[in-house]
């Protein structure tokens, strides 16, 4: 595990490097969208806390984070919601600017995509039934593991346990659905999320154990250095003056 934190770390540190290569930040009237004048979001809105529906509107702490960015940017926003896996392909393929989904940085998407500052932490937790056998990560050899599709959770269970092991599913509700009705021992997935499947889901809980702790980052595609210029750069401030702080603080409560 610690191995893969470090590769993490090492991956952000490149990629820090690379926003930092470009330092001043552009106008918003010359950086290049794909609709003039409007930063378009791809994501996945089945993430609380990070993107849900209220109603028919995309909430939570990346809508506001890119809200925030498009608007020190001049730009108004918009969001499109996607399966997690098309996010990345939607941002090289210019049909999105960014992709801000809870998105973990590593070392495969970084080489189809640029990423921003990191903006959170995110850790890969462990959900079991209460009266689960399973206690650490160890335990989970030769169970049968739910993840969400295409995410870090999925790459690590079958890396560290083999694909037969292995159930993905397309979205984190949906892998949680299956715990509760017994067809998978346990779901790896981000643990912000984790908290709140389990908060709606009876005789759940999470592992008092980290699988492993990754860096949340905005996807950009590689052949607009402008747009992650302007877009690191306000991201920048934003951390700097508090503002994303308090939007994580929004809505994840201190334990
Ligand atoms: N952080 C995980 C990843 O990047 C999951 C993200 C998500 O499902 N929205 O793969």
């Given at each position: 595990m610690k191995k893969k934190l470090a590769l993490l770390l090492t991956c952000s540190m490149v990629m820090l490097g690379l926003a930092a290569c470009g330092s001043e930040k552009a106008a918003s009237s010359t950086?290049?969208?794909?609709?003039?004048g409007v930063l378009t979001m791809g994501t996945?809105?089945?993430?609380?806390?990070?993107e849900f529906y209220d109603g028919d509107q995309i909430v939570g702490i990346d809508a506001e984070i890119a809200q925030a960015i498009a608007d020190k940017l001049g730009m108004k926003l918009e969001i499109t919601d996607m399966d997690f896996g098309s996010i990345i392909t939607s941002v090289q393929a210019g049909k999105v600017d960014v992709g801000i989904a809870g998105m973990t940085v590593n070392e495969e998407r970084l080489q189809n995509v640029n990423f921003s500052t990191s903006y959170a932490t995110g850790v890969q937790a462990i959900i079991v039934k209460?009266?689960?056998?399973?206690?650490?990560?160890?335990?989970?050899?030769g169970k049968l593991i739910g993840v969400q599709e295409n995410t870090t959770g999925h790459i690590y269970c079958e890396d560290d346990f083999g694909t037969e092991n292995v159930i993905a599913y397309t979205n984190g509700a949906t892998a949680v659905q299956a715990l509760a009705q017994g067809k998978v021992d346990c779901v790896v997935i981000d643990n912000e999320p984790a908290k709140n499947f389990v908060s709606t889901n009876e005789g759940l809980k999470i592992l008092n154990t980290e699988y492993v702790t990754e860096d949340y980052a905005i996807a950009i595609s590689k052949d607009n250095e402008e747009l992650l210029n302007a877009v690191d750069g306000a991201l920048k401030e934003l951390i700097a003056d508090g503002t994303v702080q308090t939007i994580l603080d929004k809505y994840i409560k201190a334990e």
């Open positions: 950086v290049p969208t794909v609709v003039d996945n809105a089945q993430f609380p806390p990070y209460e009266d689960s056998d399973i206690a650490s990560p160890d335990d989970l050899a």
